[in-house]
């Protein structure tokens, strides 16, 4: 949950920090005019208005509820002739993805890819690529 910061009354912004109910000073008062930008804690991804405006009548400006989204990243992309695994069987915010490629087959791209803040996976979709072998009498040469 987004939740208000201290309000910097120079410039009238507020950075709201992700701080939770229990620590923050719910007696802040903020004057009318007050900008106020939202950020939710890390892994965490914001829906609705960031920026507000304190007007008149001591009300908070917004067409959009802001709200903090857990950040899932959705299935990892399958590879032909090999596999995807998910070490901790979750696709949020920081979890891994590891690719391997079936026998007489070799990676190209990494083999370890992360769930990024915003809702990716972090580089590019690895594939497998047929490897190449020599053959002598009937016998595989490596």
Known sequence: MATFAKNDRLNTQSLITAESAAQQNLNTSYRIGTVIKL???RGYVIEGDRMQTCEVGGVWSFETE???????????????????????????????????????????????????ENGTWSG????????????????PIN
Do not use: W
């Open 39 to 41: 950020r939710c804690e």
């Open 66 to 116: 802001a709200q903090c989204k857990f950040v899932d990243c959705g299935e990892p992309a399958q590879i032909a002739n090999g596999e995807m695994k998910l070490p901790s069987n979750t696709t949020h915010f920081g979890s891994a993805v590891i690719y391997e490629c079936s026998s007489g087959y070799k990676l190209v791209g990494t083999s370890r890819r992360l769930c990024l």
């Open 124 to 139: 590019y979709d690895p594939h497998c690529r047929g490897m190449l072998r020599c053959y002598s009498f009937g016998i």
